[in-house]
Structure formats: C-alpha cells, structure tokens
C-alpha cells in the first residue's frame, strides 16, 4: 500500500499510509518479529472510528504494514471504538487486552479480549463480553481506559488508567492471572502521593496509558501519560513494588520525572523484550501544524523510534536509541567541521561530541532564524532552540534545555525523519519534536566550537531481512 507523502512526511518510523494515527500498542515479540499496533481512523486524518493498525518488523528498523487488527465491532462493547491496550501471550495465544467504548462511554471503558487466529497476527477475533465490564464500585471512577498487562512475583496483573471525580488521577491494579477473571487488587498509586506530585505534577485529572516495567538493574518503572481533559506530557517513577498481604499490590516509589522533555511526545508503550533482555519504549508523536496542512497532507500521527529504556545508580531513567536504528546509516558518513555549510538531507542520524561549548545550526529560515542545538559541558546543558518554527499547540516557543552531568564531555544523538526531530542528550534525558520546513527554509548543518566532533548519515530504507 502507498503511503500519503508530503515534505513533513517521515519515512522511516511506524506510521499508516494515509490517515489518523494515535497511541502505539500492544508492543509485542512474536514468530522472530516486532510487532506493533496503533489507534487508527482509517477513513480521515481525525481522531475518531478508532481501529487498531498494524505493522511488524524483523529488526525494529524496516516495518511492513498489515492495515487494520481490531475494528469496531456493532453492538459490541467496542462498538464505538478498539482504544488503547497491550498483546500477551496467553498459553501460546496472542491476545490482544484493550479498551473498549460504546456510544454512551463518558470517559469509561470495558476491558475487552481479542485473540489471535494467525502466527502472522493479521486476523483476530474480537470477544462479545468484556472480562471488566466498567471501574470498581464505591470509587467515583470518571475515567477509566488503557489496560496493561505484566508480570510480578510469578503472577501476571494488569493496570488500568483512571481519574476521580474529586480530580484524583491514579493508577489501579488487577490480578489477572486468568485473563477470563479479573479480580480488583487496588490503587497502585494515586495523585496525593507526594512522590507522584513531585515527578507527575499537580495538573493531571487522569494517568493515561500506564506502564510497568522491570529495568535489567532490578528497578520498576511506572510510566504515565498526563491528562488533564487534553493530553498533557509524560512521566515516570523508579521504584519497587511490593505484594502485600491482603493480595494488593502497592508500589515504593523511589524518584521520577518527566518521561520525554518535548512537547510531541504522548501515550508511551513499552515492550519487556525477554529475548534481548531489554525494555524498548515508543511513543505517539501528534502534529502540531494548522489543520488545514493536516488536511492537505492527508495523514497526521507518527510514532517515534523504539528507544531502550533503564535506569542509572541514582534512580533515574537511561533513555538511549536502540542500536538497530543504526542498520538506517547509509554506508558512508559524513563528517562536520566548524566553518563550512554541509547540506543535509530529509531524514539523517547525527552524533554529536563536544568538550567544550559548540552549536549545531541544522535550519535556516530566510527570516535568518536558526534551529539550533547548543552543548555546553560546562553548565551541563543541551539547548535545542526552535522559536523560528512558530507551531499551532499553545505550549510556548522558549528553548527547550535538556540536563546532562556538569563538567563531563557531552554526547548528543539527533535523529530527523521528515518533521519528526528526537533528540538524545548523552542517556539522560530525551525530546521529542516536531518541526515543520516551509519551502524557502534551508536544511543545511553549520558547526561552531573549538572542540567538537560531528559524524552524520543519510537514512537510507534497510534491506528486508
């Protein structure tokens, strides 16, 4: 199937050909391929009639669309729309838990099963009756959607995004070891939690696409999207988690913070991949340019590059791209040095070393405006500079600062697909960014500083495995 391009139009991470994409789902490892779904209207570039997409990938680098997974079934629990939720293997079949919503759904979902009638996932069936049929009683639950399934202490349980009606967002847990009954094993974690405060903030009214997972160093991360009747940002906690006696689950939260630190980044999904060892995490990336481009492009969503995800001594999140993004390369580099212009293509991975203070110019604007990337080792910052690229979400235009360790050589990794920007600052922290080139902006790489070093390629499409 031929995909919808523009000039915005990235090439090279998980999006359908034309239409509505939302939050990824269901990450999942199966017959020696990645596979991962998606929300998806496939008749409009709107959020609504919401499906689940699909595509799979033998190396997280060159993804085969498979269309459509789960549709909206008439009369079904899910019959105004498949939202978001998670693949698992039950018993060697892959089944698909998610968020069903009727016409009358308010702001609550059942929880819903599909499984699998193929090795190659293609072909589903959708159960008529919800294993959840709404939140628990007596709780005031006003949201309640995006079910995720793990597993702790030889049992498999699953969390549920939620709000209250007094404006408490929270987390709830379940036992689940029977995918066919559910049994309510309480809040994991709620609002008034001064941790969650601290990392989370105070404006979400709900978490949405709550996440759980155990790091190769032994700690559990939750991971949320902040909603606060918008999409909002992300955010994590590290921490333990802890099965208590009156079969709840409760979680000792260590420190958090924010997830990704650009404005395009929601909905994050994580995949426990037990073959390579490792969490890979992906998120949704939204547009942020008038409806009317969206309208003309006719596509709008895009998801980001499969990221592994863990956590240094200190609690926090170890966040860097994963290797396979590196079979993109195209076989012979460029490298940058201060003083001349290099032009750079549509899509490009950039490796950037700097000792001491330098900036990368990677846009000109004929305004003269520059989006920039500055290293300072010293004050232990990255500053990704956009003000030139005025954008339609009202989240402010002030450069976006990324935290590294002060005083230490620092690393950026800056991966550009279309108008998908993400960038790397070491392992520390990450953004997430969409910039949109108007026809008489110049993509063109200037370096200036004394000690740098810059290595680039062109993206190139991966041969099939």
Not at 35 to 53: C, E, K, R, S
């Amino acid at each position: 199937m031929s995909r919808s391009t523009d000039a915005q139009s990235p090439r090279f991470r998980v999006r359908p050909p034309t239409n509505w994409m939302n939050d990824p789902n269901g990450p999942f490892r199966w017959g020696g391929r990645y596979h991962l779904f998606y929300q998806h209207n496939p008749d409009a570039p709107v959020h609504a009639n919401i499906h689940w997409g699909h595509a799979s990938s033998p190396d997280l680098a060159h993804w085969d669309d498979h269309g459509i997974a789960l549709r909206p079934i008439p009369g079904g629990p899910d019959e105004a729309g498949c939202w978001s939720g998670c693949v698992v293997d039950d018993g060697g079949v892959p089944t698909a838990v998610y968020s069903g919503i009727d016409h009358d759904h308010q702001g609550l979902s059942t929880i819903c099963l599909a499984v699998a009638e193929d090795d190659g996932l293609e072909e589903w069936k959708q159960l008529p009756v919800p294993v959840v049929a709404g939140p628990p009683p007596g709780m005031d639950v006003t949201m309640f959607r995006d079910p995720f399934v793990f597993r702790f202490a030889g049992r498999r349980w699953a969390l549920v995004g939620a709000g209250h009606a007094d404006g408490t967002p929270s987390v709830l847990v379940y036992d689940c070891e029977d995918l066919y009954a559910w049994r309510f094993a309480g809040v994991l974690l709620d609002g008034r939690d001064p941790a969650a405060a601290r990392a989370f903030g105070t404006r979400a009214i709900g978490w949405e696409c709550p996440q759980m997972w155990e790091t190769a160093r032994g700690d559990w991360v939750l991971a949320v999207a902040l909603w606060d009747g918008d999409p909002l940002n992300t955010a994590y906690l590290t921490g333990h988690l802890l099965e208590e006696g009156d079969g709840a689950l409760r979680f000792g939260v260590g420190t958090g913070g924010p997830l990704d630190l650009g404005r395009d980044f929601y909905a994050p999904s994580v995949l426990q991949d037990m073959e390579s060892g490792r969490a890979l995490l992906w998120g949704w990336s939204w547009e942020s340019r008038p409806r009317e481009g969206v309208d003309r492009a006719g596509w709008s969503g895009v998801l980001t590059a499969p990221r592994v995800v863990d956590t240094h001594e200190d609690g926090t999140l170890r966040v860097v791209p994963a290797a396979e993004l590196e079979l993109l390369r195209a076989a012979v580099p460029f490298t940058a040095t201060p003083g001349p212009h290099w032009p750079l293509p549509l899509s490009y991975d950039l490796l950037v070393t700097a000792r001491s203070a330098a900036t990368l110019s990677l846009l000109r604007a004929a305004s003269g405006g520059e989006l920039t990337v500055r290293l300072d080792p010293g004050s232990g910052t990255v500053t990704l500079n956009r003000t030139a690229w005025p954008r339609s979400r009202p989240d402010g235009t002030a450069p976006l600062v990324l935290p590294t360790p002060r005083g230490e050589t620092v690393t950026v990794r800056i991966l550009v697909d279309g108008s998908l920007l993400e960038l790397f600052a070491g392992d520390r922290a990450m953004a997430t960014e969409r910039v949109y080139r108007r026809d008489d902006d110049v993509p063109e790489l200037a370096v200036s500083g004394r000690d740098v070093e810059v290595t680039g390629w062109a993206l190139v499409p991966p041969s099939p495995a």
